[in-house]
Nanobody, 120 residues
């Protein structure tokens, strides 16, 4: 069983910053990558940023230059530093884990979500 514990969401004014954290624990053989997705009311869930085990990152165009994803491999933890936040960044942010339970079994798991609200 794998657990993803997210923290760091909240309410912030436009132009402010927040840092999200997501810690993975449990039966994990190895991790391919971790990332963050978000879902705003009435919209589909979308990619925000991902980072592979080798450190390669990818970002949604809408957050490039403002958000930074990083990872502490030894702690199975991923972070999302969000700067220059805009009201359109308001959404529930979900942690995503792409991992192997055993060498032949690959899974994707999701955190419970953390609310980020940016006021104008």
């Amino acid at each position: 069983q794998v657990q993803l514990v997210e923290s760091g969401g909240g309410l912030v004014q436009a132009g402010g910053s927040l840092r999200l954290s997501c810690a993975a624990s449990g039966s994990i053989f190895s991790i391919n990558g971790m990332g963050w997705y978000r879902q705003a009311p009435g919209k589909e869930r979308e990619l925000v940023a991902v980072i592979t085990s080798g450190g390669t990152t990818d970002y949604a165009d809408s957050v490039k230059g403002r958000f930074t994803i990083s990872r502490a491999n030894a702690k199975n933890t991923v972070y999302l530093q969000m700067n220059s936040l805009k009201p359109e960044d308001t959404a529930v942010y979900y942690c995503n884990l792409d991992f192997y339970l055993v060498p032949s079994l690959r899974f994707v798991d999701w955190g419970q979500g953390t609310q980020v609200t940016v006021s104008s």
